[in-house]
């Protein structure tokens, strides 16, 4: 018997596998019934198929143990029928057609908590006097129903149908579980990046192909091989000896965590994926950074990671901020202590361009 939540799986044949495996690696207890039809073509038979494969999930999953719908194409009406079922805690509809939702809405019996999420692609933004009854969500896209199913396509799609998994998994997660410590579990992995300098404990902290994209200078690593040699090689023995992390602030999603921190270190060898090539100078560096870390169940996903690459550059010699609008050590500094003055920058363009105007003036 499973100690996981159930969701019952809607959708065509061809792609069970596929979404039965995301949904998996969430932390379900999956079950997969193939639809397709919708479920107004013969709605008493499609009744009893719901209702029988709602009473094999709980049995599988155990008595009590809370149970999801997740509907995918035609699967998306089944979704929503099951959702007024007795068994079924909330549902996940992607794929309904504007022409069929008001009608869907109606028939809903909601309430105040949000049971029913509904995804409609093809749809940039809701239709004049739309409103959703209460217990219903309805998101839009400007994506085909098939790039929300897949997540493929191309790369502003793909991000586009990653948000509406993330909105799918706040609500399963909130409704169902299961509930992992996500702040811990990055806690754990930064452990094993800066504490322990473990490698492969960083990894088993991971999906079995993560990616991290440090963005400012593309350094990182895609697929589980390839972050294994820039971790082992690049990243874990090539921070400084003194680096430290300290927190501003952290954001926790039902998938992802937000870190903001000041990454501080003396700069005492060759930082491949922050400096690389450039030879150790001694000199401290403080700079604030953020960390966007992305989980499939309790596992990391992938990591992006953001800081300011001029102010590194600044703070170790190799950049003139007096002539280029960028801060150094100003930069952390402010961070600690909004109260800080701001706008000097502005200010002292302001006060360059004055000067430049007095000396065109008297040579004139």
Known sequence: MSSRPGLLLLAEPQ????????????????????????WETRPDQAESRLKAALSELQQAVGPGTPIGAIGFGPGASWASAAVRLDLVRCGVAYGHDLAHLPRELSAFAGGDRVRLLIHCPDVSEPPAGFESPAGVRVRFYPVSERVLLEQSGAPQEVWIARTAHSATLELLRGTLGPHYDLSALWDQHCYFEFASRDTEAALDTMVSEPYVNHIPTLTGGFGRDDLRRFYS????????????????????????VIDEMIFCFTHDREIDWMLPGVAPTGRRVEIPLVAIACFRGDKLYHEHIYWDQASVLVQIGLLDAAELPVAGAESPAKLRDPSLPSNRLIERAAASRAKARRAQGESS
């Open 233 to 256: 090689e690049h990243f874990i023995p090539k921070n400084p000896g003194d680096t430290s992390l300290e927190p501003i602030s952290r954001t926790i999603g039902p998938d992802r």
């Open 15 to 38: 792609w069970l596998e596929l979404l039965g495996e995301r949904f998996e690696e969430e932390g379900y207890d999956v079950r997969a019934l193939a639809v397709s039809q919708t």
